[in-house]
């Protein structure tokens, strides 16, 4: 008896969810959105649109004036007038998904032992069950590149959705590129708060060296004919590097590293070259516009990276970079970096009070980064034929005091957006009785 009342409790709990939510779960539901201002992701806008999708693509994406709907001809239609449409962001270079808890070491599964690690790949240690996940989904952000970390190669990143049973219903594109860590010709001492002098690194040599050794000898394996060596994982991994079909990410900050690390690119003929980081990318414009070099923007959120910069330099770089034609995108690498994830958006809108229009802000979190991912053909814009994953908000995605997600969708599925931070507020509101 028992047993029959909580099947019985199950089937009555799913049937009211899917009365409340008619779009939830189901990827070929036909679904237009009605009268939002929608925001394409490549710098247009549409101030009264249509937006269908079916199947999990956009069929429709469209001014409304003139058109006529047939309300038959879809299963769910919601109007969302004074609302605004965005494509869902991407959050680059993040162990979201690695990490629960910084104080909890268990909690953290991003880097392995040793030192040169390309054959790791974060993909199969996504937790699609992390707690930190729906929290970051609520604020629009629906897809992460999850990163390893670690070592001077760290491994393979993935794009993934934030939103999934296990990594392999969440994953958009396995594998996207190898992660290099260049060795830092300056080391700095001490903390912002308390600054050391600086001075050269002395394991720079001996760094820069192995990798030289692990390039010559993986370009050797990978460009030979066939069985020509012994199987080696390590340089397996390198295949598409070489390749040109995966990116090599070079993470560097400063203006010397940067150009060290294009030139170390360039010496093994890598067709992909990223720069992540690149906090004083601002200073070398035109050796990355001339190179093509893509940059994954380091937190603009932050202090400059020497005390004689402008105070707001790092606030105006995303404007710099653009006036000078550097394809760019944002990231949140740092503390605390997976639940801060959550806050792309107001990157993105702190770019947009130094320099960038609204739009071109935008593009910095969906486009651009889709871009540099080899992604954009997929996501990163509302556009027909693309995958349906877009948000709904009631306010300005991009300011912290109108951000409202109240709508989104992954590959045309609806996404459920409550979080336990939100259920515990309004567990402790009620119990008290605050309004």
Not at 86 to 101: C, M, R, V, W
Not at 180 to 194: I, M
Request: glycine share 6%; proline share 4%.
């Amino acid at each position: 008896m028992k047993k029959f009342s909580f099947i019985y409790f199950v089937f009555l709990s799913a049937f009211i969810f899917a009365q409340n939510n008619p779009s939830a779960g189901r990827t070929g539901n036909h679904v237009l959105l009605m009268n939002g201002t929608a925001h394409l992701g490549n710098g247009q806008v549409i101030e009264n649109s249509l937006i269908a999708f079916n199947n999990g693509k956009l069929e429709m994406v469209s001014d409304a004036k003139g058109i006529k709907i047939n309300p038959a001809a879809y299963d769910t239609i919601i109007r969302i007038e004074g609302k605004h449409v965005y494509p869902a962001i991407i959050s680059p270079n993040t162990i979201l998904g690695l990490q629960e808890a910084e104080a909890v070491r268990p909690s953290s599964d991003y880097s392995e032992t040793g030192s040169i690690n390309p054959n790791i790949r974060s993909l199969i240690a996504y937790n699609t069950d992390s707690k930190i996940l729906p929290t970051v989904k609520t604020n629009g952000v629906l897809y992460t590149q999850c990163t390893p970390r670690s070592g001077l190669i760290s491994g393979s990143s993935s794009i993934l959705a934030t939103d999934g049973w296990n990594w392999e219903d969440a994953v958009l594109k396995a594998d996207d590129g190898i992660h290099l860590n260049f060795p830092r010709s300056v080391q700095k001492n001490g903390w912002w708060a308390e600054p050391e002098p600086s001075g050269k690194n002395t394991k720079f040599d001996e760094e820069f060296a192995a990798l030289n050794l692990f390039f010559t000898e993986a370009s050797a394996y990978c460009r030979s004919a066939a069985g020509t060596f012994e199987n080696n994982l390590r340089f397996e991994a390198m295949r598409n590097v070489f390749n040109g079909t995966q990116n090599l990410y070079l993470h560097a900050g400063t203006a010397k590293d940067i150009i060290l690390a294009v030139n170390f690119a360039k010496k093994y003929s890598i067709n992909k070259p990223v720069i992540v980081g690149g906090k004083d990318s601002w200073k070398i414009t035109s050796f990355l516009r001339e190179n093509k070099i893509p940059v994954m923007l380091s937190r603009i959120h932050d202090l400059p990276e020497s005390p004689d910069d402008d105070v707001d330099i790092t606030f105006r770089t995303p404007a710099l970079l653009l006036k000078d034609s550097v394809l760019f995108c944002l990231q949140m690498e740092g503390d605390m970096e997976a639940m801060q994830s959550r806050n792309l958006p107001f990157l993105a809108g702190t770019a947009a009070a130094y320099g960038l229009t609204k739009e071109q802000a935008l593009q910095t979190i969906t486009l651009n980064a889709a871009k540099i991912l080899g992604i954009d053909n997929l996501i990163g814009s509302l556009e027909v034929n693309k995958v349906a994953s877009l948000v709904v908000s009631d306010g300005d995605l991009l300011d912290m005091k109108t951000n409202k997600v109240v709508l989104a969708y992954i590959k045309g599925k609806s996404v459920n957006l409550v979080n336990d931070q939100q259920r515990l507020y309004e567990k402790y509101k009620t119990r008290y009785g605050l309004k």
